[in-house]
């Protein structure tokens, strides 16, 4: 039996497509191509593809009622019938996959990389030990809004998958180190004085200062307090600043940090809900904290804020289905949203009237790592998000600018890369300082390339500490680059890290090569 690559895992943890086509078949060419570029990117770990000829296998094909092609099923569920596109798939894919990762329980190696990544940002911030020695450890606040933007825009269940992956950087991160900095009085002798010291040292980290430079926001207040019960109110928050309405929140990473933290110093489970969002056309951003005496941290519910309807902005377009015109409205809201950032680095405009556009690394980081060590399969999360960005993201016209003179599309893998270098080395690109410089290796072949990309915000430091977390961390970026060639490649190709700060060397490393192409299977 053929297949993509020797299986990584035991077959039976795989989800199971099954792609029935004919030789005659003149749709199916098309559709094949779609699946190869969902099984031939990240994902390919957590699918085994089977192609099924139905002029020669009429026992399958009967077997499963097989009358036209193409068809393609998912675990003996006929998903689609004729045409298909990516979006198609992938929603399927992550309507089976997402509730297991938000229900699955966490490794210790989990608990580790957060220790690794809180031990790196204290040196940086606190010690003021650069991590990148070249172009310093701050970022644009557009490179963290892109990858959190990006995730949502993939399913509606991403918000909460985000929520907890906040709530486990509150404990195992920085952030209660950061409070007992910010105010010594944490450490305050009844649970609910050190909730309001808590309290007191968020809106602080929260709030410009230079203690804590990350500059993850203007300003924060406590808006309301009441027993265990309280309210945030938080100004030009990183997730949102610069945000139009689209109704919905978008701050459910920072809920669940904030949650998290605060489990962390009083020892009690915690909600956080955020009421109040740029994404909901407001001003600010504002999160009710309702802690759970006596009960265990991580047994609080999740929860999130219950719109109006005259609040949703999300209609059914068409025969557009819910989830395909959220989809579209979050399209849209990338492409407006990212731009305001783009013009912030030409500055045309701020997102912040502070003026502070870029962010610590850490921040960044934190978002990346918290999801990368959550779920086996959350690499290939932040690889769908990052090609979702390539392919619909902002500077699309500087690519097609540099490709004028070429015959579209381009057929030469190094061709591509060459232009995708040039891409990347654009100035407008340097100016966020997502990483320093960057530079082109040959591959053994025609077929292959290489990408090298130094101090990259996502990873740098990773390797700075005596345990090496053996893991490369920019999926993210990967799947970016893989979007950005779709707009080169006639066929787009298959992109992977082999190198990175978090597998101990000093730049991050990937690999470009031409698309998978699966052989037949036996059902």
């Known amino acids: 039996m053929d297949s993509f690559d020797e299986p990584t895992q035991d077959i039976t943890e795989k989800i199971r497509l099954l792609f029935f086509t004919s030789h005659s078949c003149t749709w199916c060419p098309e559709v094949e191509r ?48 004729g045409m298909i596109t990516e979006d198609v798939i992938r929603e399927k894919l992550w309507s089976q996959i997402l509730p297991n990762i938000i229900n699955r329980e966490r490794d210790t190696l989990r608990k580790e990389s957060m220790v690794i990544l809180t031990t790196n940002t204290i040196s940086s911030i606190i010690s003021q030990e650069l991590v990148r020695k070249n172009i310093g450890d701050y970022t644009h606040i557009s490179v963290y809004q892109q990858v959190m933007m990006s995730l949502l825009a993939l399913d509606p269940l991403i918000p909460q998958l985000l929520y907890q992956s906040g709530r486990e950087l509150g404990i195992y991160g920085a952030s209660p180190y950061y409070l007992t900095v910010l105010n010594p009085k944490v450490g305050a002798v009844t649970p609910e004085e050190r909730f309001q010291e808590a309290l007191v040292a968020l809106a602080k980290l929260y709030t410009d200062n230079d203690i804590v430079p990350l500059y993850q926001a203007t300003h924060c207040d406590i808006a309301n307090i009441d027993g265990y019960n309280a309210t945030l109110r938080i100004i030009d928050l990183v997730n949102s600043a610069g945000a139009i309405d689209i109704g919905e929140t978008l701050c459910h990473f ?28 407001d001003t600010y951003c504002e999160f009710d904290i309702e802690v759970f005496p006596g009960k265990e941290p991580g047994k609080a519910p999740y929860k999130i804020h219950e719109l109006k309807e005259d609040e949703k902005k999300i209609k059914f377009l068409g025969d557009l289905t819910k989830e395909e015109a959220r989809r579209q409205l979050f399209y849209e809201f990338i492409h407006e949203t990212t731009q305001h950032g783009y013009n912030s680095l030409l500055m045309k405009n701020v997102l912040r009237p502070s003026g502070k556009e870029f962010v610590h690394i850490s921040l960044l980081q934190q978002q990346i790592m918290s999801l990368k060590f959550r779920d086996k399969f959350c690499g290939a999360l932040l690889y769908s998000a990052g090609r979702e960005l390539g392919v619909i993201g902002p500077a699309k016209n500087i690519i097609y600018d540099l490709v004028v003179n070429e015959n579209l599309p381009v057929a030469s893998l190094k061709k591509a890369t060459e232009i995708l270098y040039k891409y990347l080395t654009h100035p407008t690109n340097y100016l966020t300082r997502g990483y320093s410089f960057v530079e082109i290796v040959d591959g053994e072949d025609e077929d292959e390339m290489f990408i090298r990309i130094h ?57 470009i090569e031409k698309g998978y192409s699966f052989d037949e299977n036996d059902e």
């Open 34 to 81: 779609v699946i190869e570029q969902v099984a031939g990117t990240s994902m390919q770990d957590m699918l085994h593809v089977s192609k099924i000829y139905v002029d020669e296998d009429l026992e399958i094909a009967n077997k499963y009622n097989i009358l036209s092609v193409p068809v393609v099923m998912m675990n003996e569920e006929i998903i689609a019938q």
């Open 254 to 281: 920072t809920a669940g940090e904030i949650a998290g933290t605060i489990e962390a110093m009083i020892g009690s489970a915690a909600t956080v809900v955020e009421t109040k969002c740029k994404g909901l056309g």
């Open 455 to 511: 101090e990259c915000a996502y990873a740098s430091g990773a390797n700075l500490t005596e345990t090496n977390l053996n893991e490369t961390l920019c999926d993210f970026q990967a799947g970016y680059i893989a979007g950005r060639l779709a707009l080169i490649l006639k066929d787009p190709p298959i992109v992977t890290e082999t190198k990175c700060h978090g597998t101990g060397h000093n730049f991050c490393e990937f690999k």
